[in-house]
């Protein structure tokens, strides 16, 4: 024994796993004080309860740690409170990624189809709501009961409230955790810690450090799925607009979505401008088309003929809001009959309202995101297994990645697909 070394240093290094590896005489003993799990999650949301699931019946010794106090707590509040858990339609091209073809394999082998038959099994009533997007007929626990009963079921061990101090890779190739909760080894770590959005619910960037950590590229993250704010010119007179909802085609250069808008006191929101966000890069504008179903111009043409006396205001009525046509059109204009309005005045309109074009000044951020842009670069990563291609017994699974979906179930069904994936092989 080293010359100093008394029997309180003896007694401590067997009480904390943490000091045995600082203290010399006692490092071979750590691997020995530390719990042994044959896999190790370290998120307990969607993507890391359905891997843990998934390993535990095979037989693996599993372990989900979460430095929450409760676990899924991003599922508890989707979907409004009903949690919108997948989409009839779920297909590689409604994902975004610096790696598109990613997603493919995992999607392919664990579809939607596999997941509502997990939830009919449960006997969870649920209904399409709009667009193939499905939600819970009652509250959004039920999707995550599901999940803790099928890993209590499988005897997945869960742990709450700890914190990961630091990670470290042993000379057989293993992980060793050091934690809030004390030290733990494992044959493979899968980080299903999610992303940056909504950092009320606990996100942080501690997956990306992992990935930095051993060596893996992270793409630069932004809020995706997010309320776009506006210059304070158009801030200020469409705020008036505050709770109107509109039914528009929104598009820029690249893609175009067709459902509602919400005018906020901030900016824009609503589903249609939250598909939008996850493209939309800053300084680009975008058209919204408020009338889809008409083409303003050649309608009021008509109009002219059949009813010259109505005036426009009473014709756009039927399809705005009051408030909205004192906004967007001149109160001159807006009270004379069609009769007194020219065909170049019904197309100066038509443009107006079908091409409606505003340059947003940002977004709300991670705060109101539903998803995070970027993450963990996919070519470092296997798409069958979801194994870093140069880091033996390193997985990422989820939002961590650089994979985000559209909205309407299916960034819920990547969490349950590439959580299944690398529950195959973990």
């Known amino acids: 024994m080293r010359q100093g070394t008394n029997f309180a240093q003896i007694l401590a290094v067997l009480a904390d796993p943490f000091l045995c590896y600082h203290l010399h005489p006692f490092k071979n003993l750590e691997i020995k004080l530390m719990e ?64 598109p073809d990613f997603c493919r394999s995992a999607l392919s082998r664990y579809t939607q189809e596999n997941f509502i038959a997990l939830v009919q099994k449960h006997r969870i009533a649920f209904h399409e709501k709009t667009l193939g997007q499905l939600f819970c007929d009652h509250k959004s626990k039920d999707i995550l009961d599901m999940l ?142 408020l009338l889809p179903e008409i083409k303003l111009a050649e309608h009021l043409k008509l109009l002219q003929k059949q009813q010259p006396q109505k005036q426009l205001k009473i014709i756009l009525a039927q399809y705005f809001p009051r408030r909205m046509i004192e906004i967007f059109i001149d109160t001159q204009i807006a009270g004379r009959t069609l009769a007194c309005l020219s065909h170049r005045e019904f197309e100066s309109l038509g443009a ?39 880091v033996k017994g390193l997985y990422f699974i989820g939002e961590v990645l650089d994979v985000s979906g559209w909205l309407g179930g299916y960034n819920f069904q990547w969490a349950w697909s590439s959580g299944w994936a690398a529950g195959q092989v973990v």
Not at 48 to 68: F, N, P, T, W, Y
Not at 367 to 376: H, N, S
């Open 352 to 390: 107006y309202l079908n091409q409606y074009s505003i340059q947003p000044n940002g977004s709300e951020g991670y705060r109101t995101a539903e998803v995070t842009l970027g993450g963990v670069d996919c070519n470092a990563i296997s798409s069958k297994t979801m194994q870093a291609l140069e």
């Open 148 to 289: 803790l009963l099928e890993s209590e079921i499988n005897n997945v061990d869960l742990r709450l409230n700890t914190s990961i101090e630091k990670i470290e890779k042993d000379s057989d190739q293993h992980f060793k955790l050091y934690t809030s909760g004390g030290g733990f080894h494992c044959q493979s770590l899968v980080i299903a810690s999610g992303g940056l959005s909504i950092p009320t619910m606990g996100a942080s960037p501690f997956g990306y450090k992992v990935a930095e950590q051993f060596g893996i590229k992270v793409w630069p993250t932004r809020a995706g799925l997010v309320p776009l704010t506006l210059h304070p010119s158009d801030r200020d007179r469409l705020a008036l607009l505050s709770g109107i909802s509109v039914d528009s085609i929104v598009s820029h250069a690249r893609t175009q979505f067709r459902e509602n808008i919400l005018f906020t006191h901030r900016g824009l929101s609503g589903p249609a401008i939250l598909q939008i966000s996850s493209y939309w890069q800053p300084g680009e504008t975008i058209t919204i088309n």
């Open 36 to 99: 042994k799990f044959d896999v190790i999650i370290i998120g307990a949301g969607a993507a890391g309860l359905m891997c843990a699931i998934e390993a535990s019946k095979r037989q693996r010794k599993v372990l989900v740690l979460d430095h929450a106090n409760k676990a899924g707590k991003k599922i508890l509040m989707s979907g409004g409170g009903r949690c919108n858990f997948t989409n009839y339609h779920v297909s590689p091209e409604k994902f975004i990624s610096n790696n």
